[in-house]
């Protein structure tokens, strides 16, 4: 799986939207990215996925640059409820693979 | 989405001594994985519980010391073994249900600590 790059942590100020970068320049052509967090002693949450189209959903926007090497988890509008790791992963889809977390970007939003 | 019961949620355990994790899904899964998370750490993947058949484990991750079983699509078990305050952690269970696109749903966790 290709590897990634996050920020170790970001500010967001409450009511303003997150918006979370990831670099993954050797991503391959069959590689997703996938978004999970991670809240104080819980365990992760998956929150979106995509492969090269952007996404939404009802936690978030995934924005995925046309070359694939980097993307964009946005959280329209954060709350203090958002405060977690978050975790952006490149894997497989379609076959069952084991997820390869990195260090993840702290997310702290900010009343 | 998956609902995922894991047992003991905390322990505290001595020196030596072993401690088996359980994790219960509400339905059939096609995967289940057991990760560790240190403390401040990020997750790492301990191994692959295989329905029926001897888990599989990642490098760095010994049978001796995780024993796993799946005795069923619904539930499997983790030991920790022969404890040192070095296995002190989170353990996590998750599950990969069949067509969920590789979305893997996690449980909230063991918390342990050997002293």
């Known amino acids: 799986d290709a590897k990634t790059t996050q920020p170790t942590s970001m500010d967001c100020a409450e009511g303003r939207a997150a918006n979370l970068p990831c670099n993954h320049s050797t991503i391959s052509g069959n590689e997703y990215v996938y978004w999970y967090r991670q809240i104080h002693s819980q365990g992760p949450q998956y929150i979106i996925h995509?492969?090269?189209n952007n996404e939404t959903n009802e936690m978030a926007s995934l924005i995925i640059t046309e070359d694939r090497k980097s993307s964009t988890l946005i959280l329209p509008h954060a709350t203090l409820r958002d405060t977690a790791v978050y975790y952006c992963i490149v894997s497989r889809s379609g076959s069952a693979r084991q997820l390869t977390f990195g260090s993840g970007t702290q997310l702290t939003v900010l009343p | 989405s998956a609902v995922i019961s894991q047992k003991p949620s905390r322990d505290i355990c001595q020196r030596g001594t072993s401690l088996t994790i359980q994790c219960q899904v509400d339905?059939?899964?096609?995967?289940m994985f057991w990760y560790r998370q240190q403390p401040g750490q990020s997750l790492t993947l301990i191994a692959t519980?295989?329905?029926?058949?001897?888990?599989?484990?990642e490098s760095g991750f010994v049978i001796d010391k995780f024993p796993i079983s799946r005795p069923n699509l619904t539930f499997s078990t983790l030991t920790v073994s022969n404890m040192s305050p070095e296995d002190s952690s989170i353990y996590l269970c998750?599950?990969?249900?069949?067509?969920?696109?590789?979305?893997?749903?996690f449980g909230a966790g063991t918390r342990l600590s050997v002293l």
């Open positions: 339905s059939q899964v096609t995967m």
């Open positions: 519980a295989n329905q029926g058949s001897e888990a599989t484990y």
């Open positions: 995509g492969l090269k």
């Open positions: 998750s599950v990969l249900r069949q067509g969920d696109k590789n979305i893997q749903y």
